[in-house]
C-alpha cells in the first residue's frame, strides 16, 4: 500500500539491511525499497551494511539509486561486522558512514576468478571439443590454460572496473585519485583505520548513525520512528523458526538452522553463477 503523504513517513527514518553477497537479488530489492522510500517521502534513510561485496554491476546500480536518491533525503550509511569491497561501494551513495571501530572495511578492488580443471579432465579421459566464432568467445574456459593475449584482455577489463571503483571512492569522500589508490590495493582496514584514511566520517554504532540521520532531517532522535523494509522472505522462512533444525535424508542436523542453510546455499548459487565474473568482493 502507498502511503506517499503521509505523516508517519515524513516524521520516520527508513531503514534497509543489506546483508551477505551483493547480486541480482540484492539490487531487486534495494531498488524496489528505495523506489518505496522516496515514494513516501521518508526525511531520512539509514543503509546497514553488513556485506563483503559482490558483483560489479548489482553494486553500481544500487549506488546509482542511493546517489541520486540522497539528494531528496539524508542518508547514513552504518558499516557494521564487515563492509568491504561492493558494501564499501553501495555506501559511498551515503551523504555520510559510520562505522564500528573493529568494522573490517575496505578490500578496495576487482577480482575475477575462473576454474581450470584441465589436468583432472585429462586424468578421466574427458576432453571438449569447441566450434567458436572468434579466438576469445570461449576465454575463461575450464578445460584449459587462458592464453597470454586472454590475461592481457582480462587485466584490462579489470584495470577499467578498478578505476571506476577508485574514481567513486575519491568523488564521494572528496579525496584525490592518488590518494585513493594509496590504500586501494586489495587490503582490508579496521573502522578506525577507515577514519583516518577519510573513508568513514564518525565512529560508532548504528543506534550513533540512527540518531544522526534523524537530527541530519530535522528529528528528535528520542522519539523519531524506525522503520525497516524487510526482505521479502519465502513462505516456509516465515512459518518455520529460525532456529529450527533440518532433516536431510531422515537425519537431524541441530546446528545446520535454516538461515545458516539459506545462506550457504545462496553463497553457492553466487560462487555457480558468477564464475568468470569481475567482482568487488572480499575473499578471506
Not at 4 to 22: D, L, N
Not at 68 to 81: E, H, M, P, T
Not at 278 to 283: A, D, E, T, V
Request: aromatic content about 8%.
Amino acid at each position: 500500500m502507498i502511503w506517499p503523504f503521509s505523516r508517519r513517513s515524513r516524521k520516520s527514518i527508513a531503514r534497509i539491511e543489506v546483508t551477505g553477497v551483493i547480486g541480482a537479488a540484492t539490487r531487486k530489492r534495494m531498488l524496489e525499497a528505495l523506489k518505496e522510500i522516496e515514494e513516501k517521502r521518508f526525511p531520512a534513510l539509514l543503509l546497514r551494511i553488513d556485506s563483503p561485496g559482490g558483483t560489479v554491476g548489482d553494486s553500481q546500480e544500487i549506488y546509482t539509486a542511493l546517489k541520486r536518491l540522497k539528494d531528496k533525503l539524508k542518508i547514513v550509511a552504518s558499516f557494521g561486522n564487515i563492509s568491504a569491497s561492493g558494501g564499501v561501494y553501495i555506501g559511498m551513495g551515503a551523504n555520510h558512514i559510520v562505522a564500528n571501530p573493529g568494522t573490517i572495511t575496505g578490500s578496495i578492488g576487482v577480482i575475477l576468478r575462473g576454474n581450470n580443471l584441465e589436468r583432472l579432465l585429462d586424468k578421466v579421459g574427458v576432453s571438449f571439443k569447441v566450434i567458436k566464432s572468434g579466438p576469445y568467445k570461449d576465454i575463461l574456459a575450464f578445460d584449459r590454460e587462458l592464453t597470454d593475449p586472454e590475461k592481457g584482455i582480462l587485466q584490462e577489463l579489470i584495470d577499467v572496473s578498478y578505476s571506476q571503483f577508485v574514481k567513486t571512492v575519491a568523488e564521494a569522500r572528496h579525496l584525490s585519485e592518488e590518494t585513493v589508490r594509496s590504500f586501494a590495493d586489495g587490503r582490508i582496514f579496521t573502522g578506525e583505520q577507515a577514519l583516518q584514511l577519510g573513508v568513514v566520517d564518525r565512529l560508532g554504532s548504528e543506534e550513533d548513525a540512527r540518531r544522526w540521520a534523524a537530527e541530519l532531517a530535522g528529528l528528535d532522535p528520542d522519539k523519531a520512528e524506525c522503520i525497516t523494509f524487510d526482505e521479502k522472505k519465502p513462505l516456509l522462512r516465515r512459518l518455520v523458526p529460525g532456529n529450527s533444525h533440518v532433516a536431510v535424508s531422515g537425519l537431524a542436523y541441530p546446528a545446520l538452522s535454516l538461515p545458516a542453510l539459506n545462506a550457504t546455499l545462496e553463497w553457492l548459487e553466487f560462487e555457480r553463477s558468477t564464475s568468470g565474473m569481475p567482482l568487488w568482493l572480499y575473499r578471506p
